[in-house]
């Protein structure tokens, strides 16, 4: 989780929106607002991935070159590079990155 918060950090820190996504409840709860019924779900638990270095590779340069673009002082910046250095070869070091939780919902349109 601190790959994905760091990520979360710097992308506020820039104003902008890393990603967001929504529960299983909060995804029910708006299908039933449209009119579909929920008949099936299923609930994957978080796993190891250990294909990560495309992945990770990706996220450390998507983070330094947001960092680099940060309005802020060097000290911050510099912070920040460490710490996106340290979760990148702690990952690299463990061998695998942790994949979230995921779920599937199968819905049908109510008459």
Known sequence: WKRWNLAKAISDL???IWSS????DEVKFAL???GFKVY???IFPARKNFKYRECMNEWKE???RDIKELHWNDDLKNSLIESV???YNNVTKDGYL???SSYVLKCKKGR
């Not at 996504?21 to 299983?24: I, K, S």
Request: glycine share 4%; aromatic share 0%; hydrophobic share 40%.
């Open 62 to 64: 998507v983070m330094l």
């Open 32 to 34: 039933e607002l449209l």
């Open 40 to 42: 099936a779900e299923k």
């Open 21 to 24: 996504e929504p529960l299983p």
């Open 98 to 100: 942790m994949n979230p």
């Open 14 to 16: 820039k104003g902008k």
């Open 85 to 87: 250095n340290e979760v």
